[in-house]
């Protein structure tokens, strides 16, 4: 049995991908890598962690499953234990689910990895356990290394004199950040080390975000639904720290009833060589 800084994991793999995913905590994707390349294509951060009101959260890297809007006593309640793996021919469902007693949001991942491509589907599901109606939105975060380049793309989508896009950012973000790219074609993060916190978010009609790192694109693309979304409205945000990016998608908020669940899905290509730039070619004004 293979493990991931001391937790233990299974793997998937197809002729194209290798991928590692948790069996006692999560539910977490921890590591993706090309076939015949030891290269972690996710961010691995077993050491970092903060104090919740339910105790202490271990952030630890890779592909998680959240709840917006973040909340620190829903959100952040710690997932080390409570998780069931189910292997199915398509590939594996983590389902976790908070202690009984205490109320919460059960989390679901389904992976399936593509047998033709490297490609995986995700399926999110976040399941009101609360004696009482909640509203929240599915939040599917990919923790990344440093290094690299992240893409929001928000071109214009109206015409007219009515605004037509809008950019979110959080307190602790400087407008002069030297970070952030701003295109025609969208937003642009560069993942810099020894830097403070940056995050950033928007509405993308394009239905697609992305981070480029030593030549392999991550493209995560998803369904811009219709729908009362968290942060101002965003459905794609980017974070970046001075140890990890995250690409972070989310669905509408929905009003869940005890027992009720909501969905998000989403896609992920890994693309190599000329395909990377024919993808990213929308953001070739300055880069």
């Known amino acids: ?35 015949g390349s030891d290269a972690n294509l996710l961010g691995e951060a077993p050491t970092v962690g903060w104090e919740t009101p339910n105790g202490y959260f271990h952030l630890l890297g890779g592909h998680r499953l959240w709840a917006a809007p973040e909340e620190p006593g829903v959100t952040y309640a710690p997932d080390g234990s409570g998780l069931t793996v189910r292997e199915i021919p398509e590939g594996v469902e983590l389902a976790w689910e908070p202690k009984t007693g205490e109320g919460g949001i059960a989390k679901f991942i389904r992976i399936e990895p593509e047998s033709d491509r490297a490609a995986i589907r995700f399926i999110h599901r976040i399941t009101n356990r609360f004696a009482y109606p909640v509203t929240y939105a599915p939040w599917a975060i990919t923790v990344l290394p440093l290094g690299g380049t992240a893409y929001l793309p928000c071109p214009p989508v109206g015409e007219g004199f009515q605004p037509d896009r809008a950019l979110v950012l959080w307190p602790y973000v400087r407008w002069n950040d030297p970070r952030l790219g701003l295109h025609e074609a969208g937003l642009t993060i560069k993942a810099d080390a020894a830097m403070p916190p940056i995050k950033v978010g928007a509405f993308s009609a394009s239905g697609w975000t992305a981070y480029e790192r030593e030549g392999v694109l991550l493209f995560k693309g998803f369904e811009p639904l219709v729908g009362d979304y968290p942060d101002k409205g965003c459905n794609v945000e980017i974070y970046c720290s001075d140890k990890v990016l995250e690409l972070e998608t989310l669905a509408p908020a929905m009003y869940l009833r005890p027992g009720e669940a909501t969905e998000f899905s989403e896609i992920w290509e ?16 300055g880069l």
Request: aromatic share 8%; glycine share 6%.
């Open 1 to 35: 049995m293979k493990n991931f800084h001391g937790h233990p994991t299974r793997r998937l793999a197809t002729d194209y991908l290798t991928l590692d995913y948790l069996i006692d905590a999560g539910p977490r994707l921890v590591r993706l890598s090309l076939k």
């Open 270 to 285: 890994i693309h190599t060589g000329e395909a990377v730039n024919e993808i990213l070619a929308e953001f070739d004004d």
